[in-house]
């Protein structure tokens, strides 16, 4: 597992939270101003260098103080542009202009919790990070980071978290029917606010909250709302607001949880988002190069064995023609040259095939009349030649003698088709009248007399 980075910027120091299988160490990136106003991102770098840093994906959590929020509808939402329409509505929550923002949303069922950054405190931290080689996976707020992470883990429903944190606290307030927030509000760490918050919500309908207080104060805040009489259980977490938040982080760097929000966007320059698919994509823009140069090299390699082959066949054609004409230099298209002399041969030797086949008429009459048989009394009355057939009408005896002559017509070696196409008894009672087809059993072929 490669060690994973936390960076917790502020006004004052910076802290820097180093994850390992070992577990996780947060320490403080000392300065060089004597009030420890200067962030020095370059102290950040070096640091995460020193501790192993390997140009994975880093986190930033951001201070409460840097960010702002409002509840916003989300009906009637252009399908376009659905984003920018809600950081609008978000500006119109805030003293601040759209602007001067990065924005995202934690989606309910009618309505969206909005959460902004302001860009002179984010972006100078982001664009210097990245120049110097750092991957920013996500900007998220310190207080969304610990309360998704300690919420997330909670067994029972809460309506309320609370996170003090020094002289300010950071109240979540979560819908009802569902595991996500509503309203994220930052406020002086004094009872007498939160109460009022308690208050509002039981105004709302909301009674019988139950709430959780983690923080350095907790304790002290818990005896206070524990009095109240629309709190229904008050659970206190002494418990570090930046170590819980680096617990989350761990889980959203690892992919094993799906923040809230994030606020690294275009706003804050993105590109530390295409950072964790830029080897991915070097590596199929290498491997599309690479297989463009194979397939280069195999059509050279075809297209040299063709010209070797191409030039084999034109030896071959060159050796055949001073073979045929010793005496004659090889024309350029020998292979025509050669088609006109094979063809002035042929018509020597009169093997045109535009030439009429013989006639086969007679020798097919022949045949027929050769075949008609001895045995059997019948007489002949026409013979026609239609088409390469011989049209026999006659009279016989009976049916029994019209279909013996067809069957010594049709036997011997197969070479003729015969059909009886007609028989019908005379009138007279004294024989049976017929018309016997003969035809070639292959056409035009010619019938050899025996």
């Known amino acids: ?23 996780t160490r947060i320490s403080v990136i000392e300065t060089d101003d004597a009030d420890g106003s200067d962030p020095c991102p370059d102290k950040t770098c070096q640091a995460m260098t020193e501790l ?41 929550k805030l003293p601040v202009a759209a602007e001067q923002f990065a924005a995202g949303f934690v989606l309910g069922e009618k309505k969206a919790m909005g959460v902004c950054v302001m860009l002179n405190k984010a972006r100078p931290i982001v664009e210097q990070l990245e120049a110097r080689g750092v991957f920013i996976h996500s900007v998220i707020p310190t207080a969304i980071l ?9 067994s029972a429903h809460n309506d309320m978290v609370i996170w003090t944190n020094g002289d300010w ?47 350095n104060e907790a304790t002290a805040i818990r005896n206070t709302l524990a009095e109240s009489p629309v709190v229904h259980e008050v659970v206190s977490h ?52 690479l297989l463009l140069i194979c397939l280069n090299a195999a059509m050279l390699w075809r297209a040299h064995n063709y010209q070797q082959m191409a030039d084999s066949d034109t030896r071959q054609q060159r050796t055949l023609f001073t073979d045929l004409f ?65 049209y026999l009408d006659g009279q016989a005896r009976s049916h029994g003698d ?3 002559i067809a069957r010594a017509l049709g036997a ?13 008894q005379l009138s007279n009672g004294t024989g049976v009248s017929f018309v016997i087809v003969a035809s070639p059993a292959t056409h035009n072929n010619q019938v050899t007399m025996r």
């Open 412 to 424: 011997d070696d197969a070479t003729l088709t015969v059909e009886t196409r007609h028989t019908e």
């Open 146 to 154: 610990a309360t998704q992470h300690g919420y997330r883990q909670a």
């Open 326 to 390: 010793p005496n004659q230099k090889p024309p350029i298209t020998i292979d025509k040259r050669l088609d006109s002399e094979y063809k002035k041969i042929s018509g020597t030797r009169g093997k045109s095939q535009a030439l009429p086949p013989p006639p086969t008429t007679l020798t097919l009459l022949h045949h027929v009349l050769n075949r008609l048989p001895g045995n059997v009394r019948f007489r002949l009355t026409e013979i026609r030649i239609e088409d390469d057939s011989v």
């Open 238 to 289: 002494d418990a570090d607001m930046v170590a819980v938040a680096a617990e989350g982080a761990e889980l959203i760097l690892s992919d094993r949880l799906q923040p809230w929000v994030d606020l690294n966007g275009i706003a804050l320059g993105a590109a530390g988002r295409f950072q964790r698919i830029l080897k991915p994509v070097k590596a199929a823009l290498f491997a599309a190069v």
């Open 1 to 23: 597992m490669q060690d994973q980075f936390v960076i917790f910027p502020d006004d004052g120091p910076w802290r820097l939270a180093r994850i390992t299988r070992d577990g």
């Open 52 to 92: 192993g840093y390997a140009g994975g994906p880093v986190l930033i959590a951001v201070p409460s103080r840097w960010c702002a929020s409002a509840s916003i509808s989300t009906e009637e939402l252009p399908r376009k542009d659905r984003q920018a329409a809600m950081a609008y509505r978000l500006e119109e």
């Open 402 to 404: 019209v279909g013996s």
């Open 169 to 215: 606290c950071d109240i979540f307030i979560f819908d009802p029917t569902g595991p996500l927030p509503t309203t994220w509000s930052t406020l002086p760490t004094d009872p007498r606010e939160i109460t009022f918050q308690l208050n509002m919500l039981a105004i709302l309908g909301r009674d019988q909250l139950n709430v959780v207080v983690a923080g």
